[in-house]
């Protein structure tokens, strides 16, 4: 366990170790929120980086409202909405929740990882405002008040919108699977008859 504030003041004093291990202590847990956000992960570690310089020039401005870990989280969020104002595409090749690859047979894992296709799918097609809140707070485990001081919104219009914004996502998840099994319904009858007594290959 480390203490925050005491390496909080030795960096104000210019401690470079002091620094370097705040940032092991928090390097992970914002690298994941920018690559679930971004779904780019050569772009979360630059905007990481990018999120780490920023919190060390600013370092004087922490008050200590909130805890340091969810300043941090501030500052990436920022830094994301940023990049996406820049109008650069969130990329697919880092899914949010798939190719978290688990332990188990192939057959489970191919399971998993199309169910969390499916989620994250369904949560591109989401309004921003409406995606952000889950990511924050469903994936990535933040409470309501920290998801709150993230996006800097009133808690009620947080919980408004995570309520929201997981009617959309059901509905989302609903369509995909009625039209899912639609198209295997409408193959049925062709794959019928192919195995058909008498059916000749083309």
């Not at 830094?79 to 332990?103: K, M, N, Y």
């Not at 489970?108 to 969390?116: G, N, P, Q, S, V």
Request: net charge positive; hydrophobic share 40%.
């Amino acid at each position: 366990m480390i203490d925050e504030a005491q390496l909080i003041r030795r960096i104000r004093g210019g401690d470079r170790e002091a620094c370097a291990k705040l940032v092991r202590h928090h390097y992970a847990r914002v690298y994941q929120l920018l690559a679930r956000l971004m779904r780019d992960s050569h772009a979360a570690e630059d905007l990481c980086q990018e999120t780490f310089a920023a919190a060390w020039t600013k370092i004087g401005t922490f008050a200590g409202n909130s805890n340091f870990a969810t300043w941090l989280h501030r500052i990436a969020y920022r830094r994301f909405v940023d990049w996406s104002r820049a109008g650069r595409r969130r990329e697919r090749g880092h899914p949010s929740l798939a190719s978290q690859q688990q332990a188990g047979p192939p057959i489970d894992r191919m399971l998993i990882d199309e169910r969390a296709r499916k989620l994250d799918d369904a949560l591109d097609r989401l309004d921003p405002p409406l995606r952000d809140v889950l990511v924050l707070h469903y994936l990535h485990g933040l409470s309501f008040r920290e998801t709150a001081d993230v996006l800097e919104e009133p808690a009620a219009t947080v919980r408004w919108r995570a309520t929201k914004a997981l009617a959309r996502l059901r509905e989302l998840l609903k369509d995909e699977n009625e039209h899912e099994l639609a198209g295997r319904k409408s193959r049925e009858p062709a794959e019928e008859s192919a195995r058909a007594p008498g059916a000749t290959l083309a």
